[in-house]
């Protein structure tokens, strides 16, 4: 468990980005996908992450949400609520991109 001081204690995910965030912030290297692949790929990647966030939502109804995690490279320390907000904001902005994206390719008839 990471220790330090929790600087955004008690703030939704929402307000943490708009303050610690860029609007086209560039990937850190760390989080750079590594991976190529066609766009279907990542369509079912993406679907197939739902079941598993389920149970992780199950299995958190008697976690402590308060618990710090280790600081997002961007937005600092993020407690599990937070972290958990995060990835559904995460995983909502890739969905957009990929139905964009998908949207690009149908004009072209791919």
Known sequence: MW???AVHAGQFIEEIIARTWREKEPVPAVAAPRMGGPLAFWVVSLQSL???LRALGNALTEANLTRMTTPHPISGPLDVRQRLEFLCFH???HRGQVGRLREKL???GS
């Open 3 to 5: 220790v330090g001081e």
């Open 50 to 52: 739902a079941p598993i």
């Open 91 to 93: 995983l909502d902005r």
């Open 106 to 108: 149908s004009v072209f």
